[in-house]
């Protein structure tokens, strides 16, 4: 079978969990041919972050803030810009609304854009979007039954939120080769590329869920943005992943708690199946010691969702009490956490760790990194179903974690599992382990029999096999 598996900043220039997902499917899933669309922030070359394997065909990255794709020629370009337009006013009503006829607004307007940007051209480019978004929500704005009125959108604004939103669809003109299953890792901009191919060629797509994009998305636009572009790029999302649970073939959602946010988003419970991430066993062995100094390990890339914060101000609670105790972040920093990690330095400092807290940057063994820790932290506000539980779980370490997406589901009795965003309870978790060898050792080894029982590769590969299976016997009848 013929896949193409589309990503947005991840593989296979971006190591993390979605990467090292793809990078299992595309090694691990025998008999298929592969065509990876990387979608990214802008072009330009780029080093791989994983050996792209011999299964893969080719991989076209797409960057999405590049320079606009237009079409030259005076009439030809304003019949264009004036079906844009037309096509704009359904998007920008549709995504305003929050009923059947709007969606199906949303969803026209998404279909007239990829007729548009058949030939590669960006869609929105050129249009009076602002224009339009503002008399699209003039005429949403009333107070509707059960839905508070919209906040006031400025001029200003309406700029604002036009460029996002233009270059949120440049995806529609990305043109997949001939496949017979679009494998988008996201119910976001990936899923553009799978509904523009589905809308030209026919082709279904199976849709995986890690991390619940639109979920992320209101956590990432919660300051810092306007409230009335904040509401058009979330409501646009929304918008978005519905029409994707929509119009995909099956959802394979990580975790439990995915398949409950996908289902109140809309999803048919016969087109969900959950399909928990795995990992290797004989690359994540037990390990047999421990070090001398109380250590508490992190591994991770270094983003606001993983909340740094939270664990370095846990780790001032940890060296009260232990002051020997130290802290060891392992993990890239990407060129879109710069900001992000140099504030972790800075409150380091602030809090008079700098003697306590390693950042020893991307590791080439994660087993390594654990094996420097007497227990592996996740501080997250944010997860799917994450590897660094699952991998620490196989190693035989305990774990603490933030009780976010499916990581209770992987953790069960086996960790200890704290609120998200409360660094005394975090830094008291981590003591209690800290200080009790033998609960250490048998959360670890439980911890270990349960990613064994449920959290292999193996499991996950013969999930994805027989869903591919399930999709084209599907299409066929």
């Not at 019949?79 to 607004?105: E, I, K, N, Q």
């Not at 802290?327 to 879109?336: K, N, Q, S």
Request: aromatic share 6%.
């Amino acid at each position: 079978m013929r896949v193409a598996l589309i990503n947005e900043g991840t593989y296979p220039y971006a190591p993390g969990g979605v990467g090292t997902w793809c990078h299992q499917i595309l090694n691990g899933l025998d008999g298929h041919e592969f065509h990876v669309v990387a979608l990214t922030g802008h072009g330009g070359p780029r080093e791989p972050a994983y050996p792209v394997p011999s299964s893969v065909t080719a991989v076209d990255t797409y960057p999405v803030w590049d320079r606009p794709i237009t079409v030259s020629g005076g009439i030809a370009r304003h019949r264009r810009r004036r079906a844009a337009s037309a096509a704009a006013v359904l998007l920008c009503r549709g995504l305003l609304g929050d009923d059947p006829h709007s969606a199906g607004m949303f969803a026209d307007g998404l279909r007239r854009l990829t007729e548009l940007s058949g030939d590669g051209t960006h869609p929105l480019f050129g249009t009076e979007l602002p224009e339009v978004l503002l008399d699209a929500w003039q005429a949403s704005a009333g107070p509707a039954a059960g839905r508070p009125p919209l906040p006031r959108l400025s001029l200003r604004d309406a700029r604002s939120a036009a460029v996002l939103l233009e270059h949120a669809v440049r995806p529609l003109a990305c043109r997949t080769p001939r496949v017979d299953l679009c494998h988008p890792a996201a119910a976001g901009l990936p899923v553009l590329v799978a509904l523009a191919a589905k809308w030209r060629a026919g082709t279904p797509f199976l849709l995986t869920e890690h991390g619940v994009y639109l979920r992320e998305r209101y956590l990432e636009h919660g300051t810092g943005m306007p409230l009335a572009v904040k509401t058009v790029v979330l409501r646009f999302y929304r918008a978005l992943a519905r029409l994707g649970y929509e119009e995909a073939a099956l959802v394979a959602a990580v975790s439990r708690f995915n398949q409950r946010w996908e289902l109140r988003l809309g999803a048919h419970p016969a087109k969900v199946v959950v399909v928990p991430n795995g990992v290797e066993p004989l690359r994540y062995p037990p390990l047999a010691t421990e070090p001398t100094v109380p250590t508490v390990t992190w591994v991770g890339r270094i983003d606001p969702l993983k909340d740094l914060h939270t664990l370095i101000r846990a780790m001032r609670t940890i060296r009260d009490a232990e002051p020997l105790a130290r802290l060891r972040l392992a993990g890239p920093v990407p060129e879109t956490g710069r900001e992000y990690a140099a504030s972790c330095l800075a409150l380091i400092e602030r809090l008079g760790l700098r003697d306590a807290v390693d950042l020893s940057g991307p590791v080439t063994c994660s087993r390594q990194a654990y094996a420097d820790g007497h227990l592996v932290a996740l501080s997250s506000i944010s997860e799917g179903l994450p590897y660094t539980i699952i991998e620490a779980m196989m190693c035989g370490r305990p774990t603490v974690s933030t009780d976010v997406g499916g990581v209770s589901e992987v953790v069960g009795s086996t960790g200890l599992i704290v609120p998200p965003g409360d660094p005394v309870a975090f830094g008291q978790a981590c003591l209690e382990l800290l200080g009790d060898g033998e609960r250490r050792r048998t959360l670890g080894a439980h911890g270990r029999d349960r990613a064994l029982a449920h959290f292999t590769v193996d499991r996950m590969l013969a999930a994805y096999r027989q869903l591919y299976t399930d999709v084209r016997a599907a299409v066929a009848a």
